[in-house]
């Protein structure tokens, strides 16, 4: 990792609250009565009524919605055993996967313990606290008998998942690999790099599904494992055979599958070259493969290929699996993950690679278009069906096997209380970053003086979704570039004063004086204001050699919204801009406007500002579902602003009846469904799931954002500028890197869809 990255990873998990997790209340807390329930004398009676009956835990307390993930720190990721205090951010990452992708409450527990014994205890002695136990990072064959003993001792669920979740996912995609192939799992010969924890429960799930135990070939750091060989322990007696290959190159030869959890670069092109018919390859090790995707692919056109990698086709990512599985577990409050748990997870995944690929998750992977096959073989990780597949899976196996404590008993209901837990539309952050790479535009910072917008461009460079254009004086760029140790090699450097710029300042000056010659700028005025950076770069977008600009960070929102107005312009449809923020929330993405232009529209101008966010939130892949704002439901109270809005929400309904508007409306009916069917069951709202929030005026829309933002934690992107002809987005005064970073993605986004209007 370079010096830049380096920090940029350290600066992550470092600034502002320490760490990636935290705790919250999820009761009222604010009076004393409350304070008196939560701890003495109330929390008493909880406290009587689990005593008599421990079951009763699962009802007054977290537990039910609690994992436990747990390491002593001896085989943390690449990096070996490192100990417990340096597993933790690898800990506190999987809590945040957790909670993320299937809304599991998560405490790390890092145990300096080495010995297996102790290590049992300490975790048996924890136990009642957790609804389920998640194993890391533990080295082999220690993990084996830590897992077999928890599992045989408590009655909660207990994965390894080093282990079991990377069997999972591999199996799936098995499954679907040998359908593609037309061969049978009972008859494939497979070869094996690696005999450590995954690939051993890799080869035992393996046999469940069918595969024989003595047509595998494994090996591990020493060579071949074989009979021959002596002091080999439990797990790896079950592999071995008579057969001897001095050799991982003799053994591939005519194989049908070979299984990777090694290390990279073990095997060559030819390898791959000798081995059967359709063959299938899983090289798992991260984050480099025992062979490249490529180099895998060129050598052979009927290959089947799966790697741990994103940026390939039939990514075997554990976060498919274990969310998911542990979902299931808890909900039905399973005594245990069983084997029948496991193969029901296998066949979820397997069989939902084969349906339709809903638009959402091709419009997440920029549009493409993802069909069962050799490059799909396993779901995507952005899928989000994937919780609604495995965890019922997973939770009726758990019934049928009899390790379940919880009966579901509907399932329909069941999966959309699943669709509620995470949100609709999550993701969203991922799928805009996701969209951006697929073609990256040419975007202008215009205070590239500062080291944060230097640094946002450096991850836009890096992640492929920007070539940036720095605007600024070079010696203080190439300065900051050096001191920061910055990636920014080839990167065009530009200073609109300098004399180098003089004929195409001079151009511009006199476009410019074209564009707005019959609203009092001269030419000589209009020359001598491209030698700000702002009207600069805002012809360069709108001359073609840029597709956006980013600028703001240091300057006020009017004296930068100024120049593209001016010489970038509203696009044709359009009466007036508007500002947008995006919240990202626990219901999934929120729209917010107009929270930066206009002060005080009317009716009509509301009405167009509504519009206006509609097509920017679809163009996002997002159906808009509206809500015209005020301190007014539907008539109950007069005043300017309450009828305004209700004129507005007239004007939407008669102009664009295919929209899902409403209003006037107070903002708690309008998130609130249960308040909202209560009330006013008639609103076009009603079981809506409202999105998008217009406010009557700026002060409104400005306010709210901001108190979010800042009390409640939300992550905002914005502002927005919607309406205008070309991308141009303006930033908040003193955005963080991460926000700066955020407004390019979506810059990027914008200026996509611009190019294809």
């Known amino acids: 990792m370079n010096p830049s990255s380096k920090r940029e990873a350290l600066d992550y998990h470092s600034r502002g609250r320490k760490g990636k997790i935290e705790v919250l209340p999820t009761k009222p807390y604010s009076s004393q009565k409350d304070l008196a329930l939560a701890y003495s004398p109330g929390v008493a009676e909880p406290c009587k009524a689990i005593a008599e009956n ?127 192939a037309e061969k049978s799992i009972e008859d494939i010969r497979i070869v094996v790099s690696g005999a450590g924890a995954a690939a051993m429960s890799c080869l035992d799930l393996y046999e469940q599904l069918g595969m024989s135990a003595n047509q595998v070939d494994v090996f591990d750091s020493r060579g071949h494992i074989n009979t021959a060989r002596e002091g080999l322990d439990a797990s790896k007696q079950r592999y071995a055979n008579d057969r001897r290959f001095d050799s991982l190159a003799a053994a591939m030869k005519d194989a049908d599958v070979f299984l990777g959890l090694s290390k990279g670069g073990l095997v060559e092109p030819a390898m791959v070259a000798g081995m059967a018919q359709n063959p299938i390859v899983f090289a798992l090790a991260n984050p480099e493969p025992e062979i490249g995707y490529n180099a895998a692919m060129e050598v052979r056109d009927d290959i089947i290929m799966a790697t741990g990698r994103s940026d390939h086709p039939n990514q075997v990512n554990n976060v498919l699996g274990f969310p998911f599985i542990f979902r299931g577990a808890l909900d039905v409050r399973a005594t245990g993950i069983n084997d029948a748990m496991k193969l029901a997870a296998v066949r979820a995944i397997a069989d939902l690679a084969k349906e339709n690929v809903p638009d959402e998750v091709s419009e997440a992977y920029g549009n493409q ?24 899976a997973v939770a009726k196996a758990a019934m049928e096997s009899g390790v379940a ?41 215009a205070e590239a003086d500062h080291y944060r917008v230097l640094k946002a461009a450096e991850q836009a460079l890096e992640e492929g979704i920007a070539q940036p254009i720095l605007l600024g004086r070079r010696s203080v760029i190439e300065g900051l570039i050096k001191e920061h140790s910055l990636e920014l090699e080839g990167v065009e450097v530009i200073n609109p004063r300098s004399d180098e710029e003089f004929e195409r300042r001079k151009a511009f000056g006199e476009e410019f004086f074209q564009l707005r010659m019959r609203h009092g700028l001269t030419a000589r005025e209009g020359e001598r204001l491209m030698r700000q950076r702002n009207y600069y770069g805002a012809m360069m977008v709108r001359t073609g050699l840029a597709d956006s600009l980013i600028s703001g960070l240091t300057r006020t929102y009017p004296s930068v919204i100024r120049p593209a107005l001016q010489v970038i312009g509203k ?55 509206i809500a015209l704002l005020s301190y007014s439901n539907f008539g109950s109270a007069g005043g300017a602003d309450a009828e305004k809005m209700a004129e507005a929400a007239r004007i939407l309904k008669e102009r664009h009846p295919d929209l899902i508007v409403d209003g006037e409306i107070q903002a708690n009916f309008a998130l609130n469904d249960e308040l909202l069917s209560e009330s006013f069951p008639f609103s076009t709202l009603h079981n809506k799931r409202v999105n998008t929030l217009i406010f009557p005026n700026l002060a409104a829309g400005n306010i709210a954002y901001k108190l979010l933002q800042e009390m409640a934690g939300v992550e905002v992107q914005g502002p927005v500028l919607l309406g205008m002809r070309q991308s141009f987005h303006v930033l908040q005064m003193g955005s963080s890197v991460r926000e700066i970073h ?8 914008d200026a996509q869809i611009k190019s294809n209007a």
């Open 54 to 180: 421990k079951e009763d835990v699962y009802n007054y307390t977290a537990k039910g919605n609690l994992v436990a993930v747990i390491t002593n720190g001896t085989a943390v990721l690449g990096l070996g055993d490192i100990g417990p205090e340096a597993s933790k951010p690898v800990m506190e990452g999987k809590g945040v996967l957790f909670k993320v992708f299937a809304d599991i409450d998560v405490f790390d527990i890092e145990v300096d313990a080495s010995d297996p014994e102790q290590f049992i205890n300490t975790v048996k002695a924890i136990a009642p606290t957790f609804g389920g136990i998640n194993l890391e990072d533990i080295k082999a064959p220690e993990a084996f008998e830590i897992e077999r003993r928890l599992k045989a001792e408590l009655d909660i669920p207990v994965m390894h998942d080093d282990q079991h979740g990377t069997a999972i996912i591999s199996a799936a995609a098995l499954l679907n690999a040998l359908e593609l």
């Open 369 to 392: 278009s993802f069909v069962f096959g050799r490059d799909l073989i396993i779901p995507k990780p952005l899928d989000p069906r994937l919780i609604t597949y495995v965890a019922p």
């Open 405 to 445: 404590k919880h009966e579901i008993k509907d399932w329909d209901a069941y999966r959309k209380n699943l669709l509620d837990r995470i949100g609709y539309d999550t993701g969203f952050a991922r799928t805009i970053a996701d969209r951006a790479k697929k073609s990256p535009k040419r975007v202008v910072f």
């Open 571 to 625: 696009a044709d449809d359009v009466d007036k801009v508007a500002g947008m923020y995006i919240l990202e929330t626990k219901r999934g993405p929120m729209f917010f406007a107009d929270t930066t232009v206009n002060l005080d529209p009317t009716a009509e101008e509301i009405a167009s500002i509504a519009a206006l966010t509609a097509k920017a939130v679809r163009n996002l892949r997002i159906v808009p579902r």
């Open 742 to 749: 955020d407004m390019v993605r979506l810059a990027v986004v």
